[in-house]
């Protein structure tokens, strides 16, 4: 016999992320999927970010990693709660995973929650964490080729920070063509060129991240 | 790259579905899966052989049917299918006011079952 279904796969995860969603949404915290490939530099903005905004706004962290602690450690030395997910090979972070760690985080007391998802610029785009929103970076050493070649994550964040933007005279990057290509993909999209070495163009990022959460 | 988690995910749905309607076993499993999805069909079956062994699924086969990108133009008022997995103007009268219809599909589809 047949049996019609017609559910989608990700619906059980979809379901988790909602009661994620309002966990946060009772604890009155902003959250962000932070998304990126391995080394994009999520981590270093997610530093510059909670200097940046010391006595501004609270920030709280939850890094996903294949393996180690050294991203948690980077940011626990910065005096941020922060609690670190080790997916043990898992390409990304799926809602269970944070429902798993998220009350060991002082949520009422957060006014930001970035997620640091693990370095992948495929997988975590489809997967729904509970969040309001998704940011990804893509560093311009990457190549321009990137949004075209890897659209799902570009059309599904609302912010794309294009980091490194002190190697550009070292590189052959076509920054508007990344711009171009990432705006037709998706033409809401907001861009933060930025340098998390050298503090260039963070305060535009900074700023935005106050806007949202006021 | 997660096929592993979509074939779980799949696997799931299926025994539920097959149990709630009284039955022992699933013979087979249809999904539609989209173009767009990222999501490599060798790799789906791969980690479906892996993950049914020791289920009432174990003996299921999958089939996945690829739903193409396709859409349709504002402007020259006509359907589209494209190649690549994205549209970013359409392939016809080169306009950028679509809509894109079909290629996110990560869907299971039917399953048949038996006593
Ligand atoms: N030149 C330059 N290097 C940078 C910049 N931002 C980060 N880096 C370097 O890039 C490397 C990777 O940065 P991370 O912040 O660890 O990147 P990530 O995205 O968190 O990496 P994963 O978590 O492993 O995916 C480090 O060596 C950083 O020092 C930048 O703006 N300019
Ligand atoms: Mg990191
Ligand atoms: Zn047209």
Redesign the pocket.
């Known amino acids: 016999m047949k049996i019609k279904v017609v559910t989608n796969i990700l619906e059980a995860n979809d379901r988790i992320a909602a009661e994620n969603r309002k966990v946060f949404d009772d604890a009155g915290v902003f959250v962000i999927n932070l998304m990126?490939?391995?080394?994009?530099?999520?981590?270093?903005?997610?530093?510059s970010t909670i200097k940046d905004l010391k006595g501004i706004l609270k920030i709280g962290v939850i890094?996903g990693?294949i393996a180690g602690t050294?991203?948690a450690q980077?940011i626990d030395s910065l005096g941020a709660p922060v609690v670190q997910i080790n997916t043990g090979g898992g390409c990304h972070l799926d809602a269970n995973m944070i429902t798993e760690v998220m009350n060991d985080l002082p949520l009422k007391d957060l006014d930001l929650l970035i997620i640091?998802n693990?370095?992948?610029l495929v997988c975590p785009a489809e997967f729904n964490v509970g969040e309001h929103m998704k940011a990804m970076?893509l560093?311009i050493?990457e190549g321009h080729d990137k949004p075209l070649k890897y659209p799902l994550m570009f059309q599904k964040s609302s912010a794309l920070i294009l980091?490194?933007?002190?190697?550009l005279p070292y590189t052959n990057a076509d920054l508007e063509k990344i711009k171009k290509d990432s705006l037709s993909l998706n033409p809401k999209l907001m861009i933060f060129e930025?340098?998390?070495?050298?503090g260039e163009g963070t305060g535009e990022w900074t700023k935005w991240l106050q806007s949202l959460v006021k | 790259m997660h096929e592993v988690s979509i074939a779980q995910g799949l696997i799931e749905i299926a025994i539920d579905n097959c149990k709630k309607q009284g039955y022992k076993n699933i013979d087979s499993i249809k999904v539609k899966i989209g173009k767009a999805s990222g999501i490599v069909s060798d790799s789906l079956l791969f980690a479906f052989e892996a993950l049914k062994t020791g289920t009432i699924a174990e003996k299921a086969n999958l089939n996945i049917e690829q739903i193409p990108v396709s859409g349709f133009c504002d402007i020259c008022n006509k359907n589209f299918t494209v190649d690549e997995a994205y549209v970013i103007a359409c392939p016809i009268c080169g306009g950028s006011s679509f809509k894109v219809e079909t290629g996110r599909e990560l869907n299971i589809d039917e399953i048949e079952v038996s006593r």
């Open positions: 990126s490939g391995p080394g994009a530099g999520k981590t270093s903005l997610l530093e890094e990693d050294d991203d980077r640091e693990v370095g992948n970076l560093s050493a980091n490194k933007i002190d190697l930025v340098s998390c070495r050298t």
